[in-house]
């Protein structure tokens, strides 16, 4: 079943839909209901004052231009870069820098304490640094021998 409206940029940049009666709704925004583990499914499109306005089951069911559209929006609103791979820790006391290679490029973070590191399904971790910035571990145990024996340390 395919979505039924239709969304553009304005003049400003800014996200709009129009629904399957015509009625244009401007400045959604998408919002993402499982953003780790269903990131193409179950979005919301959101007016400016949080009331939904539109439903995304799965983003294989828009247009071509309009997921373009709700990709590029995502990407502008979620900051969430993924750690591939640990290079090194400061200490394994808490608080440490890590130094890490993310998929936006290596970083260093500075991790206040073990609680920073949370469990997401069986697999993915979520670490958040001093300035509130997430990292995902997508899958801990597809990471490299080193960065997996780092990691141990602190789960």
Known sequence: MKTQFTLSRDAFGKLNLTDATGELHENVSPVRAFPIQAPESGISLVNTDGKEVGWIEHLDQLS???????????????????????????????????????????????LRGEEDIRRIGTDALLVSDTHGIHFLIRNQFELDKHSKKILDRFL
């Open 64 to 110: 071509g231009a309009n997921a373009a559209l709700v990709r590029e929006e995502l990407q502008g609103r979620e900051f969430m870069p993924e750690i591939s791979r640990i290079v090194a820790v400061t200490s394994f006391a808490t608080p440490c820098t890590w130094t890490v290679e993310t998929s936006r490029g290596p970083t260093d973070f500075v």
